[in-house]
């Protein structure tokens, strides 16, 4: 009787652990994206850029991504996407060729994937940062 009664303050014990954890991972996440929603994306002064391979990347838990921006005589070549750690966004992915048409970082967050759309273009903005963009 006696171990029965520690079997179950054990299990409760573990279920309430689990429950803690779960709580403050779900508040993890909500503050992140909340803060990657209210943050702006800067443009970048493509003429300040120098030629070159360029690698950017961002992340905010849970969505993350990874490009290879090359850039040359001021602008943007050619952006590849090499990681992109999304959840649901996958339409996002269309952002590299939006900013490679437009030669700018303001291009629209495509809906639906808005998170990863930012998560994106952040990415990008720290590559041409290192260019000098």
């Known amino acids: 009787m006696k171990k029965r009664y520690i079997a179950i303050i054990i299990v409760l014990l573990v279920l309430a652990l689990g429950f803690i954890t779960t709580k403050i991972l779900l508040t993890r996440f909500e503050g992140n994206l909340k803060q990657l929603a209210l943050s702006e994306i800067s443009d970048v002064d493509l003429a300040a850029a120098e030629d070159g391979i ?15 921006v090359t850039i040359k005589n001021h602008f943007i070549v050619d952006i ?54």
């Open 54 to 68: 360029y690698i950017g990347s961002y992340s905010a838990f849970p969505v993350s991504a990874e490009v290879r």
């Open 80 to 133: 590849e996407l090499l990681k992109h750690d999304n959840g649901q966004g996958q339409g996002a992915e269309i952002i590299p060729e939006n900013v490679i048409e437009a030669q700018s970082l303001k291009v629209d967050s495509v809906s639906g994937a808005t998170y990863s759309s930012k998560v994106i273009l952040k990415a990008i903005q720290n590559a041409i940062l290192k260019a000098g963009g």
